[in-house]
């Protein structure tokens, strides 16, 4: 009994500490568009497109999908 209610507090502090990890951005975010930025903030402070190479592009993706098929194959299908 006592182990199901382990599980269950760690469920329940994990399913909540996704909440905040959620909505911390979005709290941030809405306090930056509300108001001014500061002046000490910087006035260079602008985002430059960077265009990367298709190649590196691929590389990155079809490793990215690699790992996570690795990850899935691991935890999931390798213990019967």
């Known amino acids: 009994m006592s182990q199901i209610f382990n599980q269950t507090k760690i469920y329940a502090v994990l399913v909540g500490l996704g909440f905040l990890l959620a909505l911390t951005p979005n709290l941030v975010l809405a306090q930056e568009v509300g108001g001014e930025m ?3 903030a910087g006035e260079t402070s602008k ?6 190479p298709i190649g590196l592009k691929l590389v990155v993706t079809v490793g990215g999908l690699g ?9 999931v299908f390798s213990k019967n």
Request: aromatic share 22%; hydrophobic share 55%.
């Open 38 to 40: 500061p002046a000490s």
């Open 67 to 75: 790992l996570i098929g690795a990850e899935l194959w691991w935890f």
């Open 47 to 52: 985002f430059h497109k960077i265009e990367q």
